[in-house]
Each structure stands twice: as C-alpha cells, then as structure tokens.
C-alpha cells in the first residue's frame, strides 16, 4: 500500500462521520444517531442548530447570530427540556460570520463558525462531521437528512424554543453612524414609508392603531436604517387587528395594533426583537429611553416637510403623566375635569427640543437592567407640531397581555372589526389642536 503524500496532522479523527455505534446485542441506539448536532443556546435557550466539524469548531448559519450575545453550544444529547448524562455544554469563545453574508433578501452567504472555549472529547453520542471536498457535487436524488429541534409542524413548536431573545442596539464599525436598533419597521402601502413599527417576535410587529387605513395592503420592510434601501426584505402583512378599545383622531386611545406577517422574519444580526415589558413594571419618572424613526427632525408639520433617508434616534426621558397632561391642557377646549393623557399613555420629553425624530406606531425603547423592553408606541403624531410637547405614547404594559393573547392564538380578526367605529369617531368628534 502506499503511504501517503504528507505527514500533516488531520483537521478530523480517522473516525469522522460514523454513526454506526452499537451497543451490545442491539440496533444503532437513537440518541448516538446523529453524534454531530449541536444545539446553540442563549440562556439555556435552544436557539438554533449547529454540526460539530472539528474538537472546537462548529458551523452553524449567520442568521443565527444575533451582535454581542453569550452563546452556549451543547453537544451529545437529543433532548431539549432537560440533560443528559453524556451531553456536554461548552461556552462560545468566538464566533466567525462569512465576510459576505448578505442578511437582506436571499440571505446570502449565510454560514458562520463557531469556536469553542475548550475542546470537546469525542465519544459514541460526541463526534465530528466530515467536510466534503471543494471538487465534491451533490448529485439530484442523494438521500440525505435534516435534523434539529425545529418546527414538527405549521402551527408551532412542540419544545419551547420559539421564544425569541430581546435584541440590543449596536454601532457598526464606522463611529459617525447612528446606531443600529434591529426592531425597527417601516410599515409601508405600495413600497412607501406611511408609519413605523417595532418587531417583537418571528411573525408579528406592533404598531399604532390609527396607521392602519380599512383593508389596504400592507407591507413592512427589516433590517435596515435607510428609507429607500437598495436592497431589502419586503415582507406583506398577512392579518392586521387593532385593540377593541381603540377610539380617537387627535387624543386616541387604545391606540396600538398587531400586525401578523405572511412569512416569518429571519432574525440576524440586523434583525431582532424587542421584549415586551411585563404588565405589572412600572417605568420610573426619568428613565432614559431612546425614539426612532424617519420622521423630519425639525418642522414636521411644516409645507416642505420631507422624511429624513437615514433613520433617526432621539434621547428622551419618561415624564410624569400628569405634567405631561397639564402641558396639552392649555389650549384645549375639553373640561379640565376630563384628563387628556390617560393611565393608557405614557409621555418622554428631552426637555425643549423638537422630538419628531420618531414616526407614528414608531417604538419608544428602554434599557431596563440590560434588557430593551418596548415601553411605547408613538401615538399623538400632532404633538410635533410645537417644540414644547412631549411625545405621548401608548403604554405598553397596559396591552402587553392582550398581545401576548393574540400572538397564542395566531388567528386575528383583522381591521374591519373597529373600522367602523373609527369612521363615526372621524364625523362626530371636533379637531383639537394641542
């Protein structure tokens, strides 16, 4: 036999592939079946899947990255809920996303890799995958087999691992750009920005109420800071509901709505959700928080208003609803008996400075002991119309389990249900003027 042409050490064991291990007197057991699957996690999350390729590398698709989190890849188990025996849980000491990934449209180049903190120990349930040759070609009709904990079925996951994690805003590379917050949605009709919206799972974006115009096709465009991108996802909206309570054309209540996407948004780097608060938190008076969107910054109720291309942040900070309240009263022809910002609502000022930087249904986003919680929805678009007013907002935590409600139920009844409430609202109620 021939020796071969080089000394060099293999990237893989001898072994590398096989998952014909036996135990005594039987068939190939089902959890030594597949000894590369890896399961990534994110706070003991499973979150995506991985193969193990070598001691401490894993590969895995970029998409599955979401910026500056700690991962943890476990190896050698089939279960989900709970460990065994042999899995071995190893922390993510880098990861390596391919320099040409493209999280827009056909995600290309979509593949990353995955170091671990120290190297596995190869076993009968822990084994590496062999990597084809560069020259090798699939041919049309190969078997070949998918495995992971994903969907069993259209409706949802049998584990629990659809919870997604709270995305986080980041700064690219280039420090005279603002930063990135992955939530953010241009809610569009016919390709153009009408309002913004926030992401807050794989299928569904929370806007404001009186953005949605009867049964007008929607759309909604990800993952990316410019108003007229080049490239980008344009995802259609399968199913809109608006609150049941929603009321109003100048001071609105009940003014949030759930937008059901027809096609899961595929998180990424550039792409990520926003947790819901928690109905019982209460926001502290001060609390930083930070308004998005493409609204003009300066004058945008002005005849030569135009919206901003690159998308704009503002600092503001959460105001007493009370203060808030005595601010719009001044002009007001409603009684004085009769509070104008309501428990519903949640007003942030930076004190003096216009705050138009935001977009109607646009997000209010907060920090709150690390986590990027959704605490509004711009709801009053008119208070930009004097530099004075504060932004008011839909409070979140007062809807947070209504939301939660339908995104369970994953069948909502669409616009139509208060439709017709909003048009009788329209002819009886007088114009206010903030």
Known sequence: MAKPLTTAKPLFPA???????????????????????????????????????????????????????????????????????????????DIVIHQHYNPIGLLENDIALVLLEFPVNFSSHIQPVCLPKKAFMVQAGTECWVTGWGKLNEAGYKENTSIPVCGRPWWSEDLDVTRHWPWEVSLRLENEHVCGGALIDLNWVVTAAHCIQGTKEYSVILGTSKLKP??????????????????????????VALLQLHSPATFSKYVQPICLPEPSYNLKVGTQCWVTGWGQVKQRFSVNSTLTAELQEAEVFIMDNKKCDQIYRKKSPIPHLVPLVLGDMICATNYGENLCSGDSGGPLACEVEGTWILAGVLSWEKACAKAENPGVYTRVTKYSKWIKKQISSGALSGPQTSAWFLLLFWLLQPQLDP
């Not at 279960?79 to 071995?88: E, I, N």
């Not at 490239?231 to 209540?253: C, E, N, S, Y």
């Open 15 to 93: 072994g590398c592939g096989q998952r014909s291990m036996r135990i005594v007197g039987g068939l190939p057991a089902a959890e030594r079946k597949w000894p590369w699957q890896v399961s990534l996690q994110i706070n003991d999350r499973h979150m995506c899947g991985g193969s193990l390729i070598a001691s401490r590398w894993v590969l895995t698709a970029a998409h599955c990255i979401f910026g500056h989190v700690e991962y943890t890849a476990k190896l050698g188990d089939i279960f989900m809920k709970h460990t065994s025996r042999m899995a071995v849980e190893i922390p993510v000491q």
């Open 230 to 255: 080049l490239q980008a996802a344009l995802i259609p909206v399968k199913d809109i509901v608006m609150h049941p309570k929603f009321w109003g054309r100048t001071f609105i209540m009940g003014d």
